[in-house]
């Protein structure tokens, strides 16, 4: 039977990991499985690559959202799977903070606001918007 590969072990320095004959490199933050984590295991970072990630999806339908032949219940059906989805993916793992709940709701809201098309000054309540269109406020 062959060897296994020997166990990493400390380098000279504290704080580098030798595995194999490869010291791995220190970095700040990295992508791992489409989720960046950072060394102080913030979730800021990538909130904000989500909301801009499904800023693009949702740009990309905007044909949907400008359609007349689709019901907003549709368009609400289709924000949900489309740019929800990749809003939220990976959310599970977020360290759940004010501001971060705060960003992604506003996002949402904007959103739901641009396929009802309620524009300023025309303005409803957060919770009547969440209340139209049978939506939960994120938590």
Known sequence: MPNPPPLP???T???SIRATSETL???ESFIYLGSIIDEQGSS???VKSRIGKARTAFLHLKNI???KQLSTNIKVRIFN???KAVLLYGAETWRTTTTNIKKLQVFINSCLRKILNIH???TISNSLLWERK???PAE
Do not use: H, I, R
């Open 13 to 15: 320095d504290s704080n």
């Open 9 to 11: 072990e400390l380098g």
């Open 65 to 67: 959202w400008n359609s």
């Open 120 to 122: 300023w000054p025309d």
């Open 81 to 83: 799977t489309n740019v």
């Open 44 to 46: 800021d970072a990538d």
């Open 25 to 27: 490199e220190n970095v």
């Open 134 to 136: 049978n939506q939960l």
